[in-house]
């Protein structure tokens, strides 16, 4: 089991900047490729960024790239998400996630976290 807990959510302005954690604990993994996603009213939950296990691959949705930075740090076995240059748009609820990576390709396994919203305001 995987067990996954995000914290650092909040209600931010547009522009400004909120980072997320992402602390994970288990027997099932060590290390696990690890992925960020997220879930607006109304909508689907979507992928945001992905990191393989030792944090030397890194992948983003466009709607983020260039904004939005993820990265790990294995001795505390914590994932973050670095968000600048908030909008209105990026308001959801943010989800961490452990699963797989396939070539480009980040798949997630039924591990999730319990969320934390984020909420930018005008």
């Known amino acids: 089991q995987v067990q996954l807990v995000e914290s650092g959510g909040g209600l931010v302005q547009a522009g400004g900047s909120l980072r997320l954690s992402c602390a994970h604990s288990g027997s099932t993994f060590i290390n696990p490729n690890m992925g960020w996603f997220r879930q607006a009213p109304g909508k689907e939950r979507e992928f945001v960024a992905a990191?393989?296990?030792?944090?030397?691959?890194?992948y983003y949705a466009d709607s983020v790239k260039g904004r939005f930075t993820i990265s790990r740090d294995n001795a505390l076995s914590t994932m973050f998400l670095q968000m600048n240059s908030l909008t209105a748009e990026d308001t959801a609820v943010y989800y961490c996630n452990a699963g797989t990576i396939t070539g480009d390709l980040y798949s997630p396994l039924d591990y999730w976290g319990q969320g934390t919203q984020v909420t930018v305001s005008l």
């Open positions: 990191i393989n296990y030792n944090g030397a691959r890194t």
